[in-house]
């Protein structure tokens, strides 16, 4: 009989220790029933991905004349759905916080731009001395009227006097004139030529 009581009490024991850690399993996988699905590698991305968005906002207030601001989604709208890594805009002009899809095109790309500098500058501050020189920025100037390419001009612009080499690989012939050093790709008859412009003066 004492025999069975310490194998009972042995088995309540092992039973609590299997609940603990079942409920630090799901915890970290993000199976808690009836809570937002977020697993343990999602929760340190968004720890970071919190920092990204507070550097990329920096960048965004100023070419939206301090109008948006990313907000990452803190909520899923069902919670049998993963989340984390979702973004919201807040517009101060309306005082409403939106699904960043609503953005348009030339907005969109301003919000992109400012996240790709936003991510730049974490990973130079925790990656131990890594530098980014060089960033190209591919299209995307179709979609801005003249004040939006101004603006994010004038982002790159005081990226690339901050020491950075920042090349922006366009069609929109607009820029010509805000950019002075430029490399001129011309397709012809029999394959393309390059020309550099260098402070307005053409060389090759």
Known sequence: LER?????????K??????TALDLSRTANGALTGRQRLNF???????????????????????????YALLRRETA?????????????????????????????????KAS???????????????????IETMFVDEGFGSLDDESRRQAIAALAGLAGGGRLIGIISHVSELREQIDRQVVVTRGM?????RIVAGGRRAG
């Open 190 to 194: 029999t394959g393309s030529t390059v």
């Open 41 to 67: 590698e999602q929760f340190v991305q968004a720890a970071y991905f919190n920092r990204i968005l507070e550097r990329a906002n920096r960048q965004l207030s100023g070419m939206t004349d301090g109008r």
């Open 4 to 12: 069975l009581k310490k194998a009972l009490a042995e088995r309540e």
């Open 77 to 109: 709208s069902d919670l049998r759905a993963r989340f984390g890594l979702d973004i919201d805009v807040f517009d101060r002009y309306t005082g409403k916080i939106r699904d960043v899809k609503s953005l348009s095109g030339g907005e969109s790309f």
């Open 14 to 19: 092992t039973l609590r220790r299997y609940e």
């Open 113 to 131: 731009l400012a996240l790709a500098l936003g991510l730049s500058d974490v990973v130079q501050s925790r990656s131990g001395g890594v530098r």
